[in-house]
């Protein structure tokens, strides 16, 4: 939960639409879609493994898969020395993320996670004016009004749940400033190189974060830290492997099919299925109150509603989901 022109894909123009999709390419896609709103039930199986160390196994184990399928395809690895530095700085904030993403999960649950994960596209709105000296569009304006009434109803008919939500909307707000930092590197290097060297960068900081976890909190034991059983390494596999190195291959496969319009717009439907699954799988746990699944619907219509009635001439893209270059 883990990639929203600002190219939320992180993907160079060049990729897109080379070949017509088939039934199945759609299928494929809702299917990565779906695998992304995984993420974040796997987060809160993988408990009570701190967030921290979650993500630094799925770094690691990123890496490694990485690794593998830049070596099968030949991919070179080199990129300019000051753009490493960049890049790993930015696995750095990807690591922060994606630790208050999971921890989201754990402090309220899986559905109100996913709700604040929505409000990225508001960020976005917020962040890209500032960042690339654009002007303020009033349409994101609108809608991000719109957003903060959704917000709102959450809030008030879910008040026990008003932390986790804040940590899912500040990992939101990470979310896309690290989306439109890489909109600038996805124009010079392959999006699986910029991939392995910030799931890199991102092992390094969650390595710094789970050390300053055993150094403050003294009642961290070796079950927060260390996964315990097979089905730990098993959800920690999937992941790894599955959520992010397989889905963001496929991903950069399916978008020289796909528009970019297109393809932000099926993963904007990411936090439907996600809540949709958890509500599945975890029962009772997951069933809100109405007045949260009007807020959301409000806030999914207005991202939904974007790109229908953004009318300007894009040299981006709206923000949604895990197309990012995070693989979120």
């Known amino acids: ?62 890496v490694l898969g990485l690794l593998i399928v830049l070596m099968v395809r030949k991919q070179s690895l080199r990129v300019a020395p000051v753009d ?25 649950n899986v559905s109100v996670c996913l709700a604040g994960m929505a409000t990225s596209s508001l960020w976005a709105s917020v962040l890209e004016p500032l960042l690339l000296r654009r002007r303020i569009r009033p349409i994101e304006v609108l809608l991000g009004m719109v957003m903060m009434a959704g917000l709102y109803l959450i809030f008030r008919f879910e008040f026990d749940k008003v932390v986790g939500l804040a940590v899912a909307v500040f990992s939101a707000m990470l979310s896309s400033l690290f989306t439109i930092i890489n909109s600038r590197f996805a ?22 974060f789970v050390g300053a976890l055993i150094a403050v909190d003294t009642t961290a034991s070796v079950t927060t ?4 059983t097979g089905f730990q390494w098993l959800w920690l596999s999937l992941l790894s492997f599955i959520c992010t190195v397989y889905a963001y291959t496929v991903g950069i496969q399916l978008l020289r099919k ?22 599945l799988i975890f029962g009772n746990a997951e069933r809100m109150t109405t007045g949260f699944y009007i807020g959301t619907l409000i806030i999914l219509v207005a991202v939904l509603a974007y790109p229908f009635l953004n009318k300007e001439p894009k040299t981006t893209t709206p923000t949604g989901g895990d197309l990012e270059i995070d693989l979120n």
């Not at 290097?189 to 390595?207: D, K």
Request: overall charge positive; glycine content about 6%; charged content about 10%.
């Open 1 to 62: 939960m883990e990639t929203r022109a600002h190219s939320s894909t992180g993907f160079h123009p060049r990729y897109y639409m080379s070949q017509k999709p088939t039934l199945t390419d759609y299928l494929q896609l809702h299917f990565i879609v779906l695998i992304w709103g995984f993420t974040a039930i796997l987060g809160k199986l993988l408990a009570p493994l701190d967030s921290s160390a979650v993500v630094l196994y799925r770094t690691l184990l990123a």
């Open 187 to 208: 124009q010079r290097y392959n999006a699986l190189v910029i991939s392995l060297y910030e799931m890199s960068g991102a092992f390094l900081g969650s390595a710094v």
């Open 225 to 228: 830290l260390i996964p315990q």
């Open 258 to 279: 796909f528009s970019p319009y297109m393809a932000v717009l099926t993963v904007n439907l990411e936090p439907v299925y996600g809540i949709l699954l958890a509500v």
């Open 84 to 108: 490493r530095w960049r890049l790993l700085a930015t696995g750095a904030i990807i690591a922060l993320h994606w630790t208050l993403f999971f921890l989201a999960t754990r402090i309220a």
